[in-house]
């Protein structure tokens, strides 16, 4: 079976966030399963030395204020489609940022552009290959299945996947023709929301499977404090939504081979995390702790509940713990972080910025990470937690509901709890699941059963994967049926 992938990132070509991380683990998974994916990605200045190896395949004449074309190449097991439009994505900056730190003001042509060639791609094949199912990601490809509605007869079926309803790509009406979108379109049963046209709107309405990326979460859009405006569109298409948990790539996150820890372990020899932790610990300069090492490893924002960690640190640093926080985000925030590091000089420390190598060595150093968050639509931090025996301390929201198990009495009776949960948005909840972790931690044999446990958590793709693979198959027959009809 053929499927398009459209994404506007995918790592470790180019990330931003975990959304990057799903696009780059997602189709390793579903070959295995008999999928044959091509992922199409803009052309950002990060991948030109990739897009200068690769076959030209399809020429996109007067292609949203210039010239363009797609080209084909394979790297790290993945099969890219690469949209070479330099008018669009060859600039400095991030890819949806201006080095200012604001939104590109043409993002909203940018990534129509790549629902567009997405639809070419969906109608005309590249060479010999013409996909079966097209899966596109979050607002930025939301167009797509729009486009194909206007040209049904030469239209494959389309599964939308939500990763986060909040961002949903609004672009002002006035935009329509520029965009080449039928003005027909244009209605509250299709593109128009509260006068404005909604590109993850147009995605939901116009795909025929939607799915998310936990089945907690999925069961949260459907209500108003959650939905963002789209809860009454969503119920509507209830029969159609179905949650699906992300996992990971387990041999790229795996602390027996991971070549950032300075003593790699498994689930037998996890005891070898102390080694690491005390590396972590000289090299910031902090105190060696006699509660647990804690990192937080996340976007530094208020949705990521990093405010009510600043509400906890005392209470952290009081406990006698460590802290190591890895992110950044809002400027109040971060700079709010440096003055707790500044007064708790010995116990804690900030690290503005992303890096992949720190993350890892945090993960196989930690005996906690804190993911606060006040929604999660899944998360990562928590699975890669899992697999590196650091303890997830998690809200209870989202896919941090459906991927760790609250370490209450009656979980730690039956010996299956793998880490801890709290009301999200609770700042006393969350104080509360800290001292939990903390005296949890003080029980050496408890608390090693419970890395033990973590670790063999399944967080792999093999399931979702199954679950994805069922759905195009059934798109596929569907189709077919329709056709014959």
Not at 369 to 386: A, K, M, N, V
Request: glycine share 8%; with cysteine.
């Amino acid at each position: 079976m053929r499927v398009l992938f459209v994404a506007s990132e995918c790592a470790p070509f180019v990330k931003t966030g975990g959304l990057a991380d799903v696009i780059g683990s997602l189709p390793l998974a579903l070959e295995g399963c008999g999928t044959e994916i091509r992922i199409l990605l803009p052309a950002y200045p990060s991948l030109s030395e990739l897009a200068s190896n690769a076959t030209s395949v399809a020429h996109l004449e007067d292609f949203f204020g210039g010239q363009a074309e797609i080209k084909s190449v394979t790297a790290d097991g993945l099969h890219l489609l690469l949209l070479v439009a330099p008018h669009l994505y060859d600039r400095a900056g991030g890819l949806y940022l201006t080095p200012a730190g604001r939104d590109w003001p043409d993002n909203y042509r940018r990534f129509a552009a790549l629902s567009f060639a997405g639809a070419e791609i969906c109608s005309s094949g590249v060479g010999d290959w013409v996909p079966e199912v097209v899966h596109v990601h979050d607002w930025q490809t939301g167009l797509l299945p729009a486009y194909l509605s206007q040209r049904p007869d030469r239209s494959p079926p389309v599964v939308m996947t939500i990763h986060n309803i909040a961002y949903q790509g609004l672009v002002d009406r006035s935009h329509l023709s520029e965009l080449r979108l039928d003005k027909r379109l244009y209605t509250p049963d299709g593109l128009e929301y509260y006068g404005e046209i909604s590109c993850l709107k147009a995605g939901i309405t116009f795909s025929q499977k939607i799915t998310t990326v936990s089945p907690t979460y999925a069961d949260e859009i459907l209500t108003s404090d959650m939905g963002f405006g789209l809860e009454g569109l969503l119920r509507a298409r209830r029969d159609d939504l179905i949650g699906i948990l992300n996992g990971i790539d387990v041999n790229l996150w795996n602390p027996e081979t991971d070549a950032a820890l300075g003593r790699p372990y498994s689930v037998r020899s996890h005891r070898r995390k102390r080694d690491n932790k005390f590396d972590i610990e000289t090299r910031f300069q902090l105190r060696s702790s006699i509660g647990p090492l804690f990192c937080v490893i996340s976007r530094l924002t208020q949705q990521k509940g990093i405010d009510l960690l600043l509400t906890a640190i005392p209470r952290l640093m009081a406990a006698n713990a460590n802290l190591i926080v890895l992110g950044s985000g809002d400027q109040w925030l971060e700079q709010q972080l440096q003055v707790a590091a500044s007064e708790y000089c010995d116990q804690m420390r900030v690290v503005i910025g992303f890096d992949e190598t720190m993350a890892h060595m945090l993960l196989g150093a930690s005996d906690a990470i804190l993911i606060p968050s006040r929604f999660e639509p899944c998360g990562l931090t928590q699975l890669y937690g899992l697999r590196y025996g650091a303890i997830p301390i998690v809200a209870r929201t989202g896919g941090l509901a459906d991927t760790i198990i609250d370490a209450n009495h009656a979980s730690l009776t039956a010996d299956c709890a793998t880490g801890i949960q709290f009301a999200a948005g609770d700042s006393a909840a969350f104080e509360h699941a800290i001292n939990r972790c903390c005296k949890l931690y003080q029980n050496p044999s408890l608390w090693s059963k419970m890395i033990g446990r973590a670790m063999r958590h399944s967080v792999g793709w093999d399931q979702s994967a199954a679950d994805y693979h069922h759905i195009y198959t059934d798109l596929v027959s569907w189709k077919l049926k329709s056709t014959a009809v």
